[in-house]
């Protein structure tokens, strides 16, 4: 598999052991409904197929990998939605597995990292004394911007205390805390600074909201690591079935059968792996006939 520097998929070779109904190409561009039916099917049956085999290597007691402990977990129908199916464009039921699966364990991991709060100490509870601070300040009519730089530098306080206090707890934390710092106060300080902006506004613009800055109820601040825009590290098929070539531009990464990483920064480095040895003999890529490599 190649990945080009902004995470699109620019190639993958289809092992030769695959059975045909995995290479075929399908379009989910096209008007035809039975275009992403059978794509789905497929790729389901080669999912299928791929459990029974994790399945007998759990039996022999063969060590599996991560990706293997998980495919014996998931629920098909989990590793896609109606919006990235839609979105896959040309694939083969090979690629679009392959790609769901990646998607699927990313969304876990950045899911499961999100709601481990306990590495995040004081995050919330910083938030939360600020914008109290904020609000009683508001209400008493100060200065929208004093009440906002104010409140900004109780959380720096409150937090950076809270550090100190469990770093002092466990040493082996120590790092971890004073790399995270800078960003998580910047998160908390931008969410201080919208939230309080807004109430102001509504407190303004709102009959009775004074109710709004009396209020102890406080939004739960969203994780530092959190992106919205992000939710599937691939998000179409791959750039060799793109007639009008590649999107590589600069950086790319290449994950081989063997789970070796190499990466590069030229598009000419990657043509040279390629073209060496018996590479592509051992790694099929089916690219686009009218593709042009030099529009990439």
């Not at 300040?137 to 929208?144: E, K, P, R, T």
């Not at 309080?196 to 909201?209: K, P, W």
């Not at 601040?221 to 590649?246: E, V």
Request: net charge negative.
């Amino acid at each position: 598999m190649i990945i080009t520097g902004d995470w699109d998929g620019l190639a993958i070779g289809h092992p030769p052991s695959l059975p045909a109904y995995a290479n075929e190409v399908y379009n989910t561009f096209s008007s035809d409904p039975l275009q992403q039916y059978h794509l789905l099917k497929s790729a389901r049956m080669l999912f299928h197929e791929k459990q029974i085999i994790t399945k007998a290597k759990l039996e022999r007691a063969d060590k599996l990998s991560d990706l293997e402990q998980a495919i014996l977990k998931i629920n098909y129908e989990d590793l896609y939605t109606d919006f990235s199916l839609s979105r896959a464009g040309c694939i083969t039921p090979f690629e679009f597995l392959n790609n769901s699966l990646a998607n699927y364990l990313y969304r876990k991991h950045r899911d499961n990292d999100i709601r481990d709060r306990s590495k995040l100490k004081g995050y919330q509870e910083s938030f939360e004394i600020a914008l109290l601070f904020g609000r009683k300040n508001l209400s008493a009519g100060h200065d929208l911007n004093e009440v906002i730089i104010s409140a900004k530098e109780l959380a720096t306080k409150n937090y950076r205390q809270q550090v100190s206090d469990n770093t002092k707890n466990d040493k082996s934390e120590s790092h971890a805390f004073n790399t995270i710092n800078a960003r998580v106060l910047e998160k908390i300080h931008q969410a201080l600074e919208y939230n309080i902006q807004e109430e102001h506004r509504l407190y303004n613009l709102t009959e009775g909201a004074i109710n709004l800055l009396t209020s102890s109820t406080v939004p739960e601040i969203a994780h530092p690591d959190f992106d919205s825009n992000i939710q599937n590290l691939f998000q179409h098929g791959y750039d060799m079935r793109n007639p009008y070539g590649s999107n590589l531009e600069g950086a790319w990464l290449m994950i081989t059968n063997e789970g070796m990483l190499i990466h590069g920064s030229t598009q000419k480095q990657l043509l040279d792996i390629m073209l060496s040895g018996d590479f592509l003999e051992k790694n099929h890529i089916d690219v686009n006939f009218a593709a042009d490599m030099s529009q990439g």
